[in-house]
């Protein structure tokens, strides 16, 4: 059989690791976005399946990857297999999760600033399974097989400020003291390094290194792990800039974690969100070092686009109020690194970093609005000039203004409600109106439109299409960001729910 093999040094020794570890060689390799990472991925396909081959640049990230790997999946964590290692460490086959990650799962949610239930849930999924990393993943890890550090220390601290000053600060032209933004700089490292609550530390948990399989989050690129304080990774998540997740969402987020970490460990939640705060104004700061690397000096589009998301997060713990109720002002960061919390003030205020409209536009409520008419008079024109929505016609329902006792009603009224729903037909009938209301509200939330539509008709606008739209109104109404306006045209009654 004709195969397509993709060409390379890389690829040729992935190709025959393949071979040797699966008795045949692969049909097909194809080259996969890499992202921000040095690393090289490719697809090699068989008869059998896909592996994803990996070639590294360095061999010391490379073991690690696979010993905690092979480590974290011996505790029952979602992670890739590990198949095979080339000898000299620089190749390596794992188990394909797919092309999903959980970055692409909300991407929905992201673009429209609201997330879906189902985005939710899965967040919050991910998010339960964090400390599960943290302090199951660290029990019985060797941690001398971390690389290139085996904790986090004042080192690391003082290598992720710099990252932030050179590749970051620097850029923005801001004039500071250099020698006294360092000894803030020793100082913050000091109250970060100082943190008792340890354990396995991700340092890059955030939604593009969570793929979903199977509708389950699955962990990956954890190679730069190491011991230490547990508050970054979830800073990393709950504060991920590009997602920008509403202060709700970053409520439940946190408390999911807490929940499941009080499993494990007592929590002072006073004392642990003082601590989380300080680690979010240090993963933010860390996060502008990235982007203005990879942004300003590499030139990756992506990482530029990013910024104003990142800034957004910074000036909101700066100035307050926010997440944490109030900026930094009163914070042990305040107290002892002053200077640092001077610079960062300026920073966020430069009108070249200005929050884009995409990191901090309001979230928009969505109007819906339900009528209810009668096709004698013709069908109800959109008051909100888009031109209408879904008209459904109920006159094939059994009517019940065929009978003397209900002439004077409406479908308001117990009465008519209880002959049409024990009648049988108008049920399965809302039913499926209901299923389709659904999907097309979550559609609308999620790419942040305002206003849409459903109109009922029969006959008199009386029974049955009134019954029709006070039963989609009450579905529909109570969810976040929903405000339903109902009308009853032919019965001259307006209501918001």
Known sequence: MASSIGTGEAAGQLARLFESYTGMAPERISALSSSGSHRQYYRLLSGSGSIIGVSGIDSRENAAFCEIGRHFASKGINVPEIYAISADNMYY????L??????DRIASGRIAGRYSSEEEALLAETIRQLPVIQIEGADGLDFGKCYPKTEFDMMSAMFDLHYFKYCFLKNTGIDFNEVTLEEDF??????????PDKGFMYRDFQSRNVMVKDGAPYFIDFQDGRKGPLYYDLASFVWQARSAFPPGLRKRLVS??????????????GRFMENLRIFVLFRTLQVLGAYGFRGYMERKRHFIDSIPY??????????????????????????KCPYLVEVLSEMVSLPGL????????????????IVSFSYRKGIPEDRSGNG???VFDCRAIHNPGKYEQYKTLTGMDAEVKSFLEKNGEVLPFMENVCALADAHVEKYLRRGFTHLMFCFGCTGGQHRSVYCAEYLASHISGRPGVKVHLRHREQNVEKVL
């Open 186 to 195: 020793v100082r913050f490292a000091e109250i970060l390094t100082e943190c």
């Open 354 to 369: 200005a929050v884009s409209d995409a990191a901090s536009r309001p979230v928009q409520e969505l109007e819906v609005e």
């Open 388 to 390: 209408g929505g879904y």
């Open 310 to 335: 990142a800034i957004a997060n910074l000036n909101e713990l700066i100035s307050g109020p926010g997440f944490f109720g109030d900026g930094l002002m009163r914070s042990s960061v305040a107290e």
């Open 98 to 103: 797919g092309n999903v990650s959980l970055f």
């Open 256 to 269: 999911e974690y807490v929940s499941v970490l009080k499993r494990y460990r007592s929590v002072d939640e």
């Open 93 to 96: 086959l794992q188990e394909d």
